[in-house]
């Protein structure tokens, strides 16, 4: 699953391991986005003091939805793993349940199973199955 499916995708399924890495990506990109946004807003644009429009809150806003976006899909995809509707993603917007939702989606484990969501993410929850290198049989046979 390339980075631009793992973190804007509302589709599919993902286990633990892409949902931590997504997560901690997710949040480097915000960082360094934030980064840019109150450097050129130094750089380029006074801050009015009573006009919020005038400053760096609108490009920071546009950042903020995004990355929220983006959470909210890793998280729809990991419930879709453990077989429920990525509706519940909505559950990290209550103010102390999304870290006990954070929590509960690192440790759960997803279903062994297809479901109606996907098929099961591959071993290594980042690339597809087929795409894995097969280790030759010790046997020598096939």
């Known amino acids: 699953m390339n980075p631009f499916q793992l973190l804007w ?5 993902i286990g633990r391991t892409a949902y931590a890495g997504g997560l901690l ?11 840019i946004v109150e450097d050129l807003n130094r750089r380029w644009g006074p801050i009015a003091a009573f006009s919020p429009m005038q400053g760096h809150l609108p490009p920071l806003l546009a950042v903020v939805v995004f ?15 453990l077989g429920s509707s990525g509706w519940f993603s909505l559950l990290l917007l209550v103010p ?30 980042l690339a597809p199955a087929h795409h894995l290198p097969q280790r030759p049989s010790r046997t020598g046979i096939g």
Do not use: H
């Not at 949040?27 to 934030?34: C, K």
């Not at 990355?67 to 793993?81: G, H, P, S, V, Y």
């Open 96 to 125: 102390g349940l999304g870290f006990i939702v954070f929590i509960v989606l690192l440790i759960a484990r997803g279903e062994d199973k297809d479901n109606c969501y996907g098929p099961v993410p591959s071993t290594s929850d």
């Open 9 to 13: 995708s509302f589709d599919g399924r």
């Open 67 to 81: 990355f929220i976006w983006a959470n909210m899909a890793l998280t729809a995809k990991r419930f879709q793993d």
């Open 25 to 35: 990506l997710n949040l480097v990109l915000m960082i360094i986005a934030t980064a």
